[in-house]
Nanobody, 123 residues
Framework: VQLQASGGGLVQAGGSLRLSCVVS????????VGWFRRTAGEQRDFVAA????????SYADPFEGRFVISRANAKNTVFLQMNSLKLEDTALYFC?????????????????WGKGTQVTVSS
């Protein structure tokens, strides 16, 4: 399984970006995809997740109402629409394969993370 994140870039505060995560290779019949982010020197923090089959979503509190996670199953792609971006949203954003919500959205492991895409928010 491979996950490829893209769509990062430089944006002014208050602006928007849409990240994409393409999932390829053999997957399970029921899994989720999550977005995480890491700022300099910090651990990866959970941002949002979506269940592949049912469209169940979950957001960390700081992103509820500003970010929207969605999927396009036909394209094996998960999106993260980020609106009203703040300076503190500057981070390296990753997507990862997750167990379904019935199993707590737990990541499958380090082999199921994509390389990150950098988001930089400027004033």
């Amino acid at each position: 399984v491979q996950l490829q994140a893209s769509g990062g870039g430089l944006v002014q505060a208050g602006g928007s970006l849409r990240l994409s995560c393409v999932v390829s290779g053999r997957t399970w019949s029921n899994y989720g995809v999550g977005w995480f982010r890491r700022t300099a020197g910090e651990q990866r923090d959970f941002v949002a997740a979506i269940d592949w089959s049912g469209g169940i979503t979950s957001y960390a509190d700081p992103f509820e109402g500003r970010f929207v996670i969605s999927r396009a199953n036909a394209k094996n792609t998960v999106f993260l629409q980020m609106n009203s971006l703040k300076l503190e949203d500057t981070a390296l954003y990753f997507c990862a394969l997750l167990r379904p919500p019935s199993e707590g959205w737990a990541p499958y492991g380090e082999n199921y993370w994509g390389k990150g895409t950098q988001v930089t928010v400027s004033s």
